[in-house]
């Protein structure tokens, strides 16, 4: 991605390490990771349990306490190391949870703090009790499935900050196809606006798809695509265009579908971007705004199916519980984006 194009709504914050997996490690592969049956793992703790299930719906391969670090010697001795909870082959990334206290994480920050400092090539990410939280929400589980809605809190990117740059992206994106004629896959639902005011400032010839995916918590884990392609892409030039890009777990599942249609060229386009909650790693071309760690709706987004139609990106209101800043997803077990 060209991150001076992104427009960040946010300047505070970590930014995530370049992982050993790329897109372009992923274009080589040209593999699906197929979903299946949790292993028989001894987990120390429930949560990690949960967070293999969430990683099997992606179809992320894992690996459990696969290596441990050493931190601290004395007189030739270990004695300080950690040992991350997993390992995902596929996305080059340790992650470490914690469902403790807020207060209790400080050590786990410090020990991971000095992990990258005798280890830098590590790619390792601290997963906290909140973000872990989200992730189960998303499938209907945990605390924050069971929140209601509560109304928007406050402007994020107004209605003429979207037009203009979603028009700099759409010109963008005309120089850069000029001899060419791009296929553009829509991820539904919530790109329906983005995608319709973009298509509207390219000048090349284009044709457009959409896509539809379900992830489902019976009938065995795994995204679903429950509206594929209705044309044949391979040999075309292919543009992914996302709402939003939080974990990016869709993203990396869905390119590497799209790379096994052999497209001629793959490139992603994502109006938004939450970087800062990264975990798969996949190289954005197009973004057009980098927003904090917020719940957002408006312009496509939802929650629970209400806001799409706000003219504008807005972030809905913090409640007084563990997580302030971010509402959950949707409670359905099945739902479409
Ligand atoms: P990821 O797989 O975690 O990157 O999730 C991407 C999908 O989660 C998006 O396409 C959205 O459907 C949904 N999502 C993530 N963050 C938000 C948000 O702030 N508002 C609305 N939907 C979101």
Redesign the pocket.
């Known amino acids: 991605m060209d991150a001076d194009r992104a427009e960040t709504v946010r300047q505070e914050g970590e930014s995530p390490r370049e992982p050993s997996g790329s897109q372009a490690s992923l274009a080589q592969r040209n593999v699906i990771t197929e979903a299946r049956p949790l292993p028989l793992v001894p987990f120390a703790h429930p949560s990690e349990a949960e967070f293999a299930k969430l990683l099997d719906f992606y179809g992320v391969r894992w690996l459990y306490e696969p290596r441990s670090f050493p931190l601290r010697w004395e007189g030739g001795r270990v004695v300080e190391m950690l040992t991350p909870d997993f390992y995902l082959p596929d996305l080059g990334l340790y992650v470490e949870l914690t469902t403790l206290k807020q207060s209790l994480v400080t050590e786990k920050n410090r020990k991971l703090r000095h992990l990258r400092e005798l280890y830098p090539d590590v790619n390792i990410k601290l997963l906290y009790k909140r973000d872990y939280h989200r992730l189960l929400a998303k499938y209907g589980y945990g605390p924050l499935a069971q929140e209601n809605v509560r109304g928007i809190n406050r402007v994020l990117i107004t209605g003429g900050q979207l037009q203009r740059r979603v028009a700099s992206l759409g010109k963008q994106i005309s120089t850069d196809y000029l001899d060419k004629q791009p296929v553009l896959i829509g991820?539904l639902k919530?790109v329906f606006c983005f995608m319709s005011d973009l298509i509207r400032h390219i000048t090349v010839p284009l044709s457009v798809e959409f896509m539809s995916i379900s992830y489902y918590s019976e009938g065995g884990p795994g995204v679903r695509i429950t509206k594929d392609l209705d044309t044949d892409i391979t040999g075309q030039h292919v543009l992914m265009v996302?709402?939003?890009?939080?974990?990016?777990?869709?993203?990396h599942y869905l390119v590497n579908y799209l790379y096994t249609r052999r497209p001629a060229s793959l490139k992603v386009c994502t109006l938004l971007d939450?970087r800062v909650r990264r975990l798969a790693e996949v190289a954005l071309d197009y973004v057009g705004f980098e927003i904090p760690d917020?719940?957002?709706?408006g312009y496509g987004?939802?929650?629970l199916e209400r806001y799409r139609n706000l003219p504008f990106i807005g972030v809905l209101k913090p409640e007084a519980n563990e997580e302030p800043q971010q509402p959950p997803?949707r409670r359905q077990k099945k739902r479409s984006?």
């Open positions: 991820v919530g996302e709402d939003i890009v939080d974990t990016g777990m869709t993203l939450k917020e719940f957002v709706v987004l939802d929650y997803r984006k």
